[in-house]
RNA sequence: GCCGGGAUGUCGGAACUGGUAGACGAAAUGGACUUAAAAUCCAUCGGGGAAUCUCUCCGUGCGGGUUCGAGUCCCGCUCCCGGCACCA
């Protein structure tokens, strides 16, 4: 600890023309900013003594508390890769100032932290430096939290979850046994997205373009029989709340396109040849009559049999088995192809016959996988039929223009009349589209039908390092849930990795065998593990009851805590992550566990880190390490430059001279504290100077308060405070009698609102002053409306909107004198001069515009 | 192609409800201090003119419009970033 009564008494800090007056040669040299002692902060050992006493003091720590306001403050947990990135700190310095300062603001605050520690980085990690993932996870975890604690986050520690561990996993595979016997888990056999290079299946949100979410690896099609949950059947619940989120409108507009519904009719179509319905889905019910031809996926069980016998039936056969080996994913974007049935359907509502064709542009997966095709009305119908040389028949027809089918360029999507359409002839596209509803329901040939893009949720891996599917499959039983009381299904340590190969789950018997739940014959258990967004996606209701030992939660806890009021992390799980934990919180809302059918009432996206304009990675050498910018300046300078370099939404930009700058600032405000703390007072009652000082010290809160909580404008409010230290400078400069007292209580503003940024720093100057508690445990500061209100200000003139002087006036003089202060203003005459006065606009207190002509 | 977001000094960014464009920080330049450098402190800092301590013109991606007044609102473009993309 350095003396306290080192430095400055008595320093006057009069500026003659350049030339200081000092008392002593030491006070020159701190004054100019020679290094002595106390001119650079040493926040090596403040950071790592308050860090010690915090904790000590566990002054974090949070209880259930109905009597009181509360507040969830999450940021997603990471995973724990190793270490702390830029991103990292970014999240966490943001959630971090926002849970201290509604902590200070009265509210019980829930801040925690845990780990998202399933996945297989763990595994590929055991497999390529022969650890176990169970040690590896740990490790990383220990180091991680290290960096946490350095960086002074606010966490209640005793709540800390880490998923891979058998206390939590155990509530994981709870509650996919709730859901299995709510009737939302289905064991399916499907075509799904195997990633070779991971060796497992992926759902249909962590494919992106064809690839693995996480190793970039194209994926492959493969028929298997795998579990799944039943996301689908909360798809308009999950669209309908959407509304209500106060969500970035990106997400939820990304969230609204993944749900995808599109509303229409399922329309039957009679086949000649098998005198069978053919079901389609359309959203064009009005466009009916301009159906040309249909169209089946190649995986359509109808299609053999409207081959078989008849011309094309080698064709078909050849098409579909070339389509066999291409996914999904490859069909789209590949060339539109398809080859006749020879099979004919007839339109229900006109009688017509129609072709139906094979084809690749349509999806077994999506509607009934059969399609009317219009090509005069859908840009995908017009390209295959023009390529094929099928009919186009116009049957809208947009206002005031007439489409001819033989030069239609591009289909026409648009509103307008039903021409060619018999009785519908004449209506609108959007009420003909209601009538041919209402009317292919009177006559049983369709039906209103709503789709969804929107598939069931994948939950089944083909890994190790997740929570095992509590499910035992018996010869005799078949398909048997875990029962509850044998939770939880424990993953066996022992196994034997081996890259490229199987999940060495399937090749533990110690945890393969086992007896049937239900009959006591001997079983085999299911050797796929769950996916690890399963295990994120309830999290953090584990938070609000973390050592409960009942159930996964207690609903009492969730009730008082939930919904989490402020959620913030990457807009990389706008989908993915968001989507499921909205899907199973409305499953929980359901059962009556929490209380509350939404999980995170307020998002905020922090964009990304970036250096020279690219995201930091290892392949662009543009890293730099949490580590290494703590151990040179600080976690405090590190917080206050992420920060102040940009607001939370957009990317930041990592610049060295900004992190410098910002040291530069927390130094100039030590500096400032020893001054101040030096200075005698003069004794002399506060004057005009120090009532400036006040007024700028209440703007300030109230800029401060605003920004921190309203906007979360981090930047703005920082860069106010650094106004209020630049006047204080600014006054010791000007003013030869300080007046201590005043600059006392400003600097502890000063501090109070910084206090959430630098929490080291601001304890430690707040200390030296003399307090005994902690300034994270002292009130948010108020403003005084009062002292907020300027006197006076500076009104501007403007002459036909140009400005042409300025004047300081009273802030409620009236509009009267106003103008006629204005009009006497000689700049202002200047430019009326010879000119014809129209009017003059007052806005009292900001501006006076006099036009003329 | 569709949807969303953005474009302001040399740079990161301010300007909250239409009312002083460029706060705050960085960089740069000049000065003070120093044997010197760093650090610190002071000053200047959008562009062009006057010939300079004051005044003037231009200026928020481009072109129009509304308004006494537009970075902000409206219409039409350009470019950049992100998401989705045969979903019938």
């Not at 720590?61 to 940021?75: G, I, N, Q, S, W």
């Not at 349509?362 to 509607?367: E, F, K, T």
């Not at 209601?434 to 039906?447: K, L, N």
């Not at 190790?464 to 048997?480: K, Q, R």
């Amino acid at each position: 600890m350095v003396p306290r009564e080192c430095k400055l008494t008595n320093l006057s800090f009069r500026q003659r023309r350049g030339v200081f007056l000092y008392n002593s040669a030491s006070q020159r040299q701190l004054a100019r900013g020679g290094r002595t002692v106390e001119d650079r902060y040493p926040f090596s050992e403040v950071e790592a003594r308050w860090q010690r006493k915090w904790s000590e003091a566990n002054i974090y720590r949070v209880h259930t508390d109905p009597d009181r306001p509360k507040y969830y403050c999450l940021e997603m947990f990471p995973y724990p890769s190793g270490a702390l990135h830029m991103g990292h700190l970014r999240v966490y310095t943001i959630g971090d100032v926002i849970a201290r300062v509604k902590r200070r603001q009265g509210f019980n605050v829930l801040h925690p932290m845990g780990w998202d520690a399933f996945g297989l980085p763990a595994e590929n990690a055991a497999m390529q430096h022969g650890t176990h993932p169970a040690d590896w996870t740990e490790k990383n975890i220990a180091n991680m939290k290290r960096q946490l604690l350095m960086l002074g986050t606010s966490y209640d520690w005793d709540r800390e979850v880490t998923s891979c561990l058998p206390d939590y996993y155990h509530w994981t595979q709870w509650l996919f046994l709730h859901l299995y016997h709510r009737g939302l888990v289905a064991r399916k056999k499907a075509e799904v997205n195997w990633c070779p290079q991971c060796q497992t299946v992926l759902a249909n949100e962590q494919v992106e373009g064809g690839r693995c979410w996480r190793c970039d690896t194209a994926v492959v099609a493969k028929e298997l029989e795998q579990w799944f949950f039943r996301i689908t059947e909360y798809a308009d619940r999950l669209l309908e709340d959407l509304q209500d989120l106060d969500w970035p409108e990106r997400v939820k507009v990304m969230q609204e396109n993944w749900i995808g519904r599109s509303e229409g009719a399922e329309i039957d179509f009679m086949l000649e040849k098998v005198g069978q319905p053919l079901r389609v889905f359309t959203t064009r019910p009005d466009t009916l009559f301009g159906a040309t031809y249909m169209v089946l996926a190649p995986e359509h069980p109808l299609v053999p049999e409207l081959a078989t016998g008849g011309p094309y039936e080698e064709d078909v056969r050849r098409f579909i088995a070339n389509m066999k080996n291409q996914s999904e994913e490859e069909r789209t974007g590949a060339e539109k192809l398809g080859v006749p049935t020879g099979a004919y359907a007839v339109n229900p509502l006109n009688g017509e016959r129609i072709p139906v064709w094979v084809a690749n542009y349509v999806l077994m997966s999506y509607g009934t996988g059969a399609i009317m095709a219009v090509p005069a009305h859908d840009e995908r119908d017009l390209e295959f039929a023009r390529k094929y040389y099928l009919p186009v028949r116009v049957v809208i027809s947009p206002p005031g223009a007439e489409l001819k089918a033989e030069d239609l360029e591009e289909a026409y999507t648009g509103p307008g009349l039903m021409i060619n359409s018999g009785q519908f002839n004449g209506l609108a596209w959007d009420e003909g589209k209601e009538r041919v509803i209402e009317y292919a329901e009177q006559q049983g040939f369709g039906t209103r039908k709503i789709n969804y893009r929107l598939r069931d949720w994948l939950v089944s891996r083909q890994r190790y390092w997740g929570a095992p599917i509590p499910i035992v499959y018996c010869s005799a039983c078949g398909i048997v849930p875990v029962p509850e009381k044998d939770l939880p299904v424990t993953l066996p340590r022992d196994v034997h990795f081996e890259v490229g190969g199987p999940s060495p789950l399937t090749r533990s018997q110690e945890f393969i065998e086992t007896t049937c739940p239900q009959c006591g014959e001997p079983a085999r258990r299911e050797t796929d593990t769950m996916d690890t967004f399963v295990c994120s996606s309830w999290y953090f209701l584990r938070y609000c009851s973390p050592h409960e030992t009942e159930g996964p939660m207690a609903v009492a806890d969730t009730s008082y805590w939930m919904p989490v009021d402020q959620y913030i992390g990457g807009i990389e799980h706008a989908i993915l992550h968001l989507l499921y934990a909205r899907f199973f919180m409305k499953v929980l809302y359901d059962s009556g566990l929490v209380p509350c059918p939404e999980p995170f009432a307020s998002l905020l996206t922090q964009g990304m880190v970036v250096k020279g304009g690219a995201k930091m990675s290892k392949s662009k050498g543009n890293i730099v390490s949490p580590d290494e910018i703590i151990a040179r300046y600080g976690a405090d300078t590190a917080r206050l430059f992420i920060l102040f370099a940009a607001p939370p939404e957009r990317d930041l930009e990592w610049s060295d001279r900004g992190v410098q700058g910002a040291y530069r600032f927390l130094n100039r405000l030590w500096r400032l504290a020893n001054i101040i703390q030096g200075l005698e007072d003069s004794g002399q009652l506060p004057g005009e100077a120090e009532e400036g000082l006040q007024r700028a010290r209440h703007r300030t809160i109230k800029k401060v308060t605003s920004d921190f909580t309203e906007r979360y404008n981090f930047n703005t409010a920082i860069s106010a405070v650094m106004e209020l230290v630049n006047e204080m400078y600014g006054y010791l400069d000007q003013v030869t009698e300080k007046h201590k007292q005043t600059l006392t209580d400003i600097l502890e503003t000063v501090l109070l609102l910084l206090a959430p940024v630098t929490p080291h720093l601001a304890e430690e100057i707040w200390q030296r002053l003399g307090h005994k508690t902690s300034i994270h445990e002292q009130d948010w500061p108020t403003f005084n409306p009062e002292y907020v209100r300027e006197e006076e200000v500076t009104v501007v003139i403007q002459v036909n909107g140009k400005i042409r002087d300025k004047l300081v006036a009273p802030v409620d003089l009236g509009a009267e004198q106003l103008q006629e202060m204005a009009l006497a203003s000689e700049k202002v005459r200047k430019h009326l001069a010879g000119k014809q006065l129209q009017k003059v606009i007052t806005v009292p207190g900001k501006l006076v515009n006099v036009v003329v002509k």
